[in-house]
Nanobody
Framework: QVQLVESGGGLVQAGGSLRVSCVASVRSFSSYMLGWFRQAPGKEREFVAAISWSGGRTYGADSVKGRFTISRDNAKNTLYLQMNSLKPEDTAVYYC?????????????????WGQGTQVTVSS
């Protein structure tokens, strides 16, 4: 069983930055593909970014490329999402997710474990 706990959300002005974190309670953290998703009110959960076991490969949604950076520290069992140049449309609950897989998944249904989410609100 994998437990994921996000933190670091909050209120920020447009153009600002925020870093959210996700700590995993699992022995073999480095064997999991990890991803960030977000869900705004009334909308479906959408892919934000994903990262391979070692962190050597990453994928990001077009809407966040050049602004958001996903990274992981396997020694600390922690996943990060650095968010810069935030926009009001980035407002959502941000979730981290984990799965044992051979390729990096980019859809919610491909992930097995989920955190409870952390709210990010960007004011205009």
């Amino acid at each position: 069983q994998v437990q994921l706990v996000e933190s670091g959300g909050g209120l920020v002005q447009a153009g600002g930055s925020l870093r959210v974190s996700c700590v995993a309670s699992v022995r073999s953290f480095s064997s999991y593909m990890l991803g960030w998703f977000r869900q705004a009110p009334g909308k479906e959960r959408e892919f934000v970014a994903a990262i391979s076991w070692s962190g050597g490969r990453t994928y990001g949604a077009d809407s966040v490329k050049g602004r958001f950076t996903i990274s992981r520290d396997n020694a600390k069992n922690t996943l990060y999402l650095q968010m810069n140049s935030l926009k009001p449309e980035d407002t959502a609950v941000y979730y981290c997710a984990a799965v044992r897989a051979a390729v990096i998944p980019t859809t919610p249904r491909e992930y097995t474990y989920w955190g409870q989410g952390t709210q990010v609100t960007v004011s205009s």
